[in-house]
Structures are given as C-alpha cells and as structure tokens.
DNA sequence: TGGGTGACCATAG
DNA sequence: ACTATGGCCACCC
C-alpha cells in the first residue's frame, strides 16, 4: 500500500490538510471566504490550489467541514462541480440565507470572512 | 525520479 | 480589458 493511500484510509493528513480543515470549521454559516484566503492565513499565500486539493478530499473527515462556503476570490461557485451533486453547493448557502445569482455569491464583499482579521 | 494535473491567485505585459 | 506565467502543495502515474 502507497503512503498516500494509508494517509487516506486513516484519514490522517498533513498539518496542511489539517490546517484548511480547522480554519474552513470556523467559518461561520451565511459567509464566505476564498481559497486564497485560507491559502494565506495557514502561511502558504501560493497554495491556493492545495486548497482546493484538501476540500476536495474533505468529505472523508469525520467532523462535518463546511467545504461550500469556500468560494473563489470573486465569489464564484467554482468548486460545485465536486460535490454529490452540482446544485447542492448553491442550495447548501442558500440554506443560510445567501443569495447565489447565476454561481455567483450576491454581496460577496460584505459576506466575505477574512480568517486573517477575523482570527487573531 | 520526474512530469503532469488541479475547487487558485498575483503579477506582468 | 485581456492573456501568459510562475508559484505553491498533494497526488498520480
């Protein structure tokens, strides 16, 4: 067995995994924050697509991560593709009482959580 | 061992 | 206002 598929059969991950798994847990319902932002807060600005990468993966966590508030930097939904299915990204944020126009996060200036400013 | 891919992003031209 | 590029990290051949 490779290591990465006893990393994943014992859902252990790396710091960096871990990482966007406990900041992506604070995020709280009816917000949003962007991949870069999570990027940046865990101390790998560039890693942006790792993030991705890791919420891709996060349904194997036992603790529940919220993957559907994490949006890119202009509020679109670009990761809804992953989920079980495509419109339940949508409907998941919709549940929390945001507007989502054509993939797109309505007001996402105002809705946005900066893990950077909000976490100190 | 090395190259290709990706739920990204900042920068340069 | 575009497009191109380089960087990051994990994963898969």
Redesign the pocket.
């Known amino acids: 067995m490779?290591k990465?598929?006893k990393?994943?059969r014992t859902n252990e991950?790396?710091?960096?995994?871990s990482k966007v798994y406990d900041v992506t847990r604070l995020i709280p319902a009816g917000r949003v924050t962007?991949?870069?932002a999570i990027a940046s807060f865990i101390g790998?600005p560039?890693?942006?697509?790792?993030?991705?990468?890791a919420?891709?993966a996060?349904h194997t966590q036992k603790e529940f991560v919220p993957?559907?508030r994490?949006v890119?930097?202009n509020g679109m939904l670009?990761?809804k593709h992953?989920?079980r299915h495509p419109s339940l990204?949508k409907e998941l944020l919709e549940s929390e009482g945001i507007v989502v126009v054509n993939d797109h996060v309505h007001d996402f200036k105002k809705l946005f959580w900066d893990p950077a400013r909000e976490l100190k």
């Not at 991950?13 to 995994?17: E, L, P, S």
């Open positions: 490779t990465s598929l990393k994943f991950h790396t710091d960096f995994f962007s991949y870069g790998s560039q890693a942006a697509r790792t993030v991705g990468w919420l891709n996060s993957a559907h994490v890119n930097r670009t990761g992953h989920f990204m």
